[in-house]
Nanobody, 125 residues
Framework: QVQLVESGGGLVQAGDSLRLSCAAS????????MGWFRQAPGKEREFVAA????????SYADSVKGRFTISRDNAKNTMYLQMNSLKTEDTAVYYC??????????????????WGQGTQVTVSS
């Protein structure tokens, strides 16, 4: 089992920045991929970004490319999402997730095995 806890969400204005963190605990050994997803009210959960164990492979949703940066510190079992130039459409609950398959980097929520409880990000105009 892997436990994930997100933090860093909040209420900001458009154009501001936020940094989300995801701390992993439990069975954290393994070269697993970690990802960020988000879900806005009335919408399906969608992929935001993902990063492999080494950080050698990273993927972003088109909607956040150039504005968001994913990173991880394996020594601290922590993943980050630096979000710059936030837009109102970024408002959502943000979830971190772990894919223990250690296969290719994947972007579908159903392919991830463990999830955090989510942190709310609200961007006002």
């Amino acid at each position: 089992q892997v436990q994930l806890v997100e933090s860093g969400g909040g209420l900001v204005q458009a154009g501001d920045s936020l940094r989300l963190s995801c701390a992993a605990s439990g069975r954290t050994r393994g070269f697993y991929t970690m990802g960020w997803f988000r879900q806005a009210p009335g919408k399906e959960r969608e992929f935001v970004a993902a990063i492999t164990w080494s950080g050698g492979s990273i993927s972003y949703a088109d909607s956040v490319k150039g504005r968001f940066t994913i990173s991880r510190d394996n020594a601290k079992n922590t993943m980050y999402l630096q979000m710059n130039s936030l837009k109102t459409e970024d408002t959502a609950v943000y979830y971190c997730a772990v894919d223990i398959s250690m296969v290719v980097l994947r972007t579908t929520p159903g392919e991830y095995d463990y999830w955090g409880q989510g942190t709310q990000v609200t961007v006002s105009s």
